[in-house]
């Protein structure tokens, strides 16, 4: 029994230019009757087709799958599919990365108002930054500008982060820096290290608090005198510069708003 090519593409669930491009690359042969033109194919042509189809779903180029059709033997072939695990076994890690990820960003964006004015000893995360800008603008150097896209293309693990320098804290000045973070427990699915522009932050006793940063009201260090009051009431002295995490960014009534975990270093006096 034969069919005509609407009928196998129908059938297969593939295009007929996907069908048609098997044929110019000779792996199926079906029969042309002379008179009308017409395409017929057979059960070998139909299974050949299927074993396309597995390719093609296995994430293979139309044409990588023809040539493990037609030209490769069974140890390319082998190596082929080798190689295609292995891709699938890192798009699996990152996956589950990545639903970790989400859990923690939920129960980040769940306490976003919670942790405002409320102070928890903790442990900050280990963090590796990478700096783009001073205060409201973007620092020039073209090797960092690099690296920064080079850290876009880690998003979503890459998040916004900004940084209150110590002595700026307590001068009062209105300085600081924005970058972009990394948790630590990432790094090595995203080959970060540090290098001139990423430093990591190793993990320290804080006390965690939640601050509000707006688009109607320059950022200052002055967001942190809550948290570094508490903190004097309580016999510790802030001893390095505050990091901040954004979880969550929101525009309402045509403001921005930002909500930061914020994490302050301390000793004991």
């Known amino acids: 029994m034969k069919y005509r090519i609407s009928e196998v593409a129908k059938l297969l669930d593939l295009s007929s230019e996907a069908i048609r491009y098997y044929e110019s690359k000779g792996i199926i042969r079906p029969e042309r009757d002379e008179e009308t033109g017409y395409r017929y194919y057979g059960g070998w042509e139909i299974h050949m087709l299927i074993r396309a189809r597995t390719y093609r779903q296995l994430g293979y180029t139309l044409d990588e799958t023809a040539d493990l059709l037609n030209k490769f033997d069974t140890m390319d072939i082998i190596s082929y599919l080798s190689k295609k695990r292995e891709d699938i076994q890192k798009d699996i890690e990152r996956s589950t990365y990545l639903l970790n990820y989400l859990d923690k960003e939920k129960e980040n964006i769940t306490n976003s108002d919670e942790i405002t004015g409320v102070y928890q000893l903790v442990y900050r995360p280990e963090i590796y930054r990478l700096e783009m800008q001073e205060g409201y603008v973007l620092y020039p150097d073209k090797k960092l500008r690099q690296a920064i896209n080079d850290w876009i293309d880690k998003i979503p693990f890459a998040f916004s982060s900004t940084l209150f320098p110590l002595n700026s804290i307590h001068s009062g000045e209105d300085n600081f820096t924005v970058g972009l973070g990394i948790y630590k427990e990432y790094a090595e699915l995203l080959g970060i290290e540090e290098s001139e522009y ?50 969550l960014m929101r525009k309402v009534g045509g403001e921005y708003i930002n909500w930061h975990q914020a994490w302050l270093p301390f000793e004991k006096n």
């Open 198 to 247: 990423v430093k990591l932050f190793p993990s320290k006793l804080c006390i965690l608090t939640g601050i509000q940063t707006k688009s109607s009201k320059n950022i200052s260090p002055s967001l942190l005198r809550p948290a570094i009051e508490y903190m004097n009431n309580q016999g510790m002295n802030l001893t390095e510069d505050v990091i901040t995490k954004s979880v």
